[in-house]
Every structure is written in structure tokens, then in C-alpha cells.
């Protein structure tokens, strides 16, 4: 693939803190469409990364763009090109299903007739009008993770980043995100995901794990498997670590 078709170009990205380096000269390029995989240890420096990607921290050294942009000089010509999911907050509690969509729409910069009609389409897309108007912190995780990816690409964003989508939800519930995933690329938007489920891996079109700062291996799922003599992603990131 030429640079055209890249929408993530990293080199020698290093980011510390104090004496301490998060992401010690991670390189690495993600092309458009395509859904990659980010994955490593609690620590690794997964996450130090995406907030550098997102243009919500400055990398200590190295060359980054992002859409096209820079993230020395291109911080929040980054941000509107996004969206952006964790496990740890993307919801309101106290708002409900509804209000918590047009709310982020509103952040997005959506005029209010285009919010109205992409409510309307979304809520009958997740098959979820009934609760429209119910407290998110009242339906389940599940539906959570969906409406907050839902809500993470409700501005049709070239680009989504999600740290851990998924955890604590249970199987049937992330095979169904992951088919949310699979819609979303279908429409051109790529996604950039980072997960402790070695089996999720297994859906992305190519995968890094990161180790100790480092990016210790990257290919295609099969690829890997291959290289590290294994069965599984799993078993590709157990070999490593023992070797770390």
C-alpha cells in the first residue's frame, strides 16, 4: 500500500515520563478500512499511545501523523476526524439513551435537523426505541458497549479509536459489537482497537503486541501464528512474553 492509503504513520514515537518510557520508538503504519489490533499487557503502553494518536498528548519525540495531520500541529484538526471509546468512561449514567446521543452529537459539531434524523435511524438500527428514553445506567452492559460505539461513529469519523470495548461483557454481547465493527469498516471508517481477549484478535487485519514499551511482533493474525508456531493469538502472546 502506498502513504495515500495510510491513515495512522508512526516513527520512532517515544513517549517519558520523567525517567520512565512508556512507548520506547514505536513505528508502524495503519491503512484505511482496515481494522487493527493493539494489544499487550496491562502497562505495555497501549494506551500512553492512542492519546497520542488522538491528539490528547504530545509524544516526547518521534514523527506522527493522523488523517493526514501532525500531531505536534495538528492536535484539534485530529480530534474532529475521530471518535473515541473506553471501557472505562464513554456513557452518562444519568442521562438517557437518547439524550446521551444527541449530547454527543452536539460535541461533534452536528446541526440539530441532522441529529434528529441520525437519532432516529440509530435507535431503530440497534433495535432500541423501546428504551430510548430509559437511564443508561438502568439497561446492560451489552447494549452500553453498542450505543457507545454507535455513538463514537455517529459523525461518520474516518477513523475510531476503542481502548478495551469490550471488557466485562459477555460473548454473545461482544460477537455482536464486533459485527458493529465489521458494519463500521463496511462504511469506510477504520478502526484502531485495543482488547485483553486474545480471541478478538483473531478479527483484526493485522495485529502489534506491544511488550515493555515495545512493539515485539506485527502482522496479520495468520502471519503470526505462523512465525511463533502457534494455534492461536493467545499462544503468540504468551511466547512473547516469556521471551520479554
Known sequence: MNSAGKII???????????????????????????FGFLGANGAGKTTAIKILCGLSLPTSGEIKVAGYD??????QIKTRIGYMSQKF???????????????????????REINIKTKTLLERLNICNIANTLVREIPLGWKQKLAFSVA??????????????????????????????????????????THYMDEAEYCHRVSIM???KISALDTPENLKKQYHANDINEVFVKIARNN
Open 211 to 213: 511488550s515493555e514499551g
Open 153 to 194: 461513529v455517529f459523525h461518520d469519523p474516518e477513523l475510531v479509536f476503542l481502548d478495551e470495548p469490550t471488557g466485562g461483557v459477555d460473548p454473545i454481547a461482544r460477537r455482536q459489537f464486533w459485527e458493529l465493527i465489521y458494519e463500521a469498516t463496511g462504511h469506510g471508517i477504520t478502526v484502531f482497537v485495543t
Open 90 to 112: 464513554s456513557l452518562y449514567e444519568d442521562l438517557t439513551v437518547k439524550e446521551n446521543i444527541r449530547y454527543y452529537a452536539g460535541i461533534y459539531g452536528l446541526p440539530r
Open 9 to 35: 504513520e508512526v516513527k520512532d514515537m517515544v513517549k517519558k515520563f520523567g525517567q520512565f518510557v512508556a512507548n520506547d520508538h514505536l513505528t508502524f503504519d495503519v491503512y484505511r478500512g482496515e481494522i
Open 71 to 76: 500531531v505536534y500541529t495538528g492536535r484539534e
